[in-house]
């Protein structure tokens, strides 16, 4: 009866160790691609700094309302090609 109940008490720590082992090797995967998609944003984060440290404030807002919002000048004229090309 005690070597039963002992085996018994034997198979569920190590059923117990695999699952936490299995868990353990999903979350480190989890961690490398948030660790990846922590650094790509750092790079693109770095890429933004340089974009603005290099340009002026008003040729970075012009552009911005150019391309982004679709604003021009009063006086100015803009097309669209329509051919999608």
Do not use: W
């Amino acid at each position: 009866m005690i070597r039963l109940a002992v085996v018994l008490v034997a198979s569920y720590f190590l059923v117990t160790l695999v699952q936490l082992q299995l868990d353990i090797y999903k979350q480190r995967r989890v961690l490398e691609q948030l660790n990846t998609q922590c650094l790509d944003q750092k790079s693109a984060n770095d890429d933004v700094e340089r974009y603005l440290s290099l340009h002026d404030d008003t040729e970075l807002i012009e552009k911005i309302a150019r391309e982004k919002l679709g604003f021009a000048y009063p006086d100015e004229t803009v097309f669209f090609d329509a051919s999608g090309s």
